[in-house]
């Protein structure tokens, strides 16, 4: 099985402040990696799919990169509501797996 | 606007069997495929498995094979999934999602408001 993992686990940042967060997959995916981030007691909310493409109606201070193993999500000139826990996701289809990565807490 | 609209939280005895339903509207329900994603309180997400509304395949992750099964009636627009045996480690938020397909990609766009799952004797 694909196992991700990120990094950190959870850091604190402030208003304004460019933050990175990193993916790693057990093995090589392509591009086949979403993100998605949730706010608490919410549904989790897409972001990014394919590594770099920023899903519609997602403020361009988010983006994302990386292929094959490493990922990465940056959030520049962080805001209020940017606030909440990111997962990353591989979406290898065969066989069909979907494993999210432990996540990664922005707090202030 | 596309909306997907699940059933309310429930309380179930250890050993017991629970139904999640899932309402989808503003699209057409059989051209997506419906995920299932549960979250225990405080914790990651895990992926369940998938139900094609169209011709009814479905594909489970291998922890809950056996376990679980999902379904869909589209003359509702509703898939659902079931859940057997339930044990404590089972009581989570459980998420249905839409998946959509770029390329050979798979995203999920649009997520229900979750269903709590408590297991309480």
């Known amino acids: 099985d694909i196992q991700l993992t990120q990094s950190p686990l959870s850091l604190s940042a402030s208003v304004g402040d460019r933050v990175t967060i990193t993916c790693r997959a057990s093995q090589s995916i392509g591009t086949s990696l979403n993100w998605y981030q949730q706010s608490p007691g919410k549904a989790p909310k897409l972001l990014i799919y394919l590594a770099a493409s920023l899903q519609h109606g997602v403020p361009s201070r988010f983006s994302g990169g990386g292929s094959g193993t490493n990922f990465t999500l940056t959030i520049n000139s962080l805001q209020p509501e940017d606030f909440a826990t990111y997962y990353c996701q591989q979406s290898y289809r065969n066989p069909p797996m979907f494993t999210f990565g432990p996540g990664t807490k922005v707090d202030i | 606007q596309v909306q997907l609209v699940q059933s309310g939280a429930v309380v179930k005895k250890p050993g017991a069997s629970v139904r999640v339903s899932c309402k989808s509207s503003?699209?057409?329900?059989?051209?997506?495929?419906i995920y299932w994603i549960r979250q225990v309180p405080g914790q990651g997400l895990q992926w369940l498995g998938r139900v094609d509304p169209n011709t009814g395949v479905t594909n489970y992750a291998q922890n809950f094979q056996g376990r679980v099964s999902m379904t869909s009636d589209t003359s509702i627009s509703t898939a659902y999934m079931d859940l057997d045996s339930l044990g404590s480690d089972d009581a989570a938020v459980y998420f249905c999602a839409r998946g959509r397909y770029v390329s050979t990609h798979v995203l999920f766009d649009f997520w229900g408001q979750g269903t709590l799952v408590t297991v309480s004797s």
């Open positions: 503003g699209y057409t329900f059989f051209g997506y495929h």
